[in-house]
């Protein structure tokens, strides 16, 4: 069984240049696609990333994340990923209460050794190898690094 490609000329959102794509559907799709989505050529979409991966760059330096290291599109996706993840950790320490200000302040030292551990990874493939890391992930981690506190 082999499918069909079709190949139609698209207008670049950005800059209107014409480029032509393939794509894999029935004609009928293929038509709404081509009219209903917006297609950027190889340049803008190259341009939009590495301006989506600076904005990010710079969000993330002001809370002490240093800039990442890898290809421009590997930057782009792990300055994504690092801003979910972070937002995950955030979530999990705004969602927490404590018995009494002794384990509220453990907890805080945890989470920022924690962080600690996050700020020194530059690698952008570090981060897109931790892409799947879960709240639950997040709390195991707190929850170890805490007990280690306790037991020094």
Same mark, same amino acid.
């Given at each position: 069984m082999t499918?069909?490609?079709y190949?139609y000329?698209?207008?670049?959102?950005?800059?209107r240049?014409?480029?032509?794509?393939?794509?894999f559907?029935?004609?009928?799709k293929n038509l709404?696609?081509v009219?209903?989505k917006?297609?950027y050529?190889d340049?803008?979409?190259?341009?939009? #990333?590495? =301006?989506?991966?600076?904005?990010l %760059?710079? *969000?993330?330096?002001?809370i002490?994340?240093?800039?990442?290291?890898?290809?421009q599109k590997?930057i782009?996706?792990?300055?994504k990923?690092?801003g979910?993840?972070?937002?995950k950790v955030?979530y999990l320490?705004?969602?927490?209460?404590?018995e009494?200000?002794?384990?509220?302040?453990l907890?805080e030292k945890?989470?920022?050794i #924690?962080f =600690?551990?996050?700020q020194v990874? %530059?690698? *952008?493939?570090?981060w897109?190898n931790?892409?799947?890391?879960t709240?639950?992930d997040i709390?195991?981690?707190v929850?170890e690094?805490?007990?280690?506190i306790?037991?020094e």
């Amino acid at each position: 069984m082999t499918e069909e490609t079709y190949t139609y000329g698209v207008k670049c959102r950005t800059c209107r240049i014409t480029f032509r794509v393939q794509l894999f559907d029935s004609h009928e799709k293929n038509l709404f696609l081509v009219d209903k989505k917006d297609w950027y050529c190889d340049a803008c979409k190259k341009e939009y #990333f590495k =301006k989506q991966a600076a904005e990010l %760059t710079n *969000a993330h330096k002001d809370i002490g994340f240093p800039e990442l290291e890898g290809t421009q599109k590997q930057i782009s996706w792990a300055g994504k990923i690092r801003g979910e993840l972070i937002n995950k950790v955030d979530y999990l320490k705004k969602s927490l209460t404590f018995e009494n200000d002794e384990k509220k302040e453990l907890s805080e030292k945890a989470f920022d050794i #924690f962080f =600690k551990e996050w700020q020194v990874q %530059t690698e *952008a493939t570090w981060w897109i190898n931790q892409r799947r890391m879960t709240v639950r992930d997040i709390s195991k981690r707190v929850e170890e690094l805490s007990e280690s506190i306790i037991n020094e």
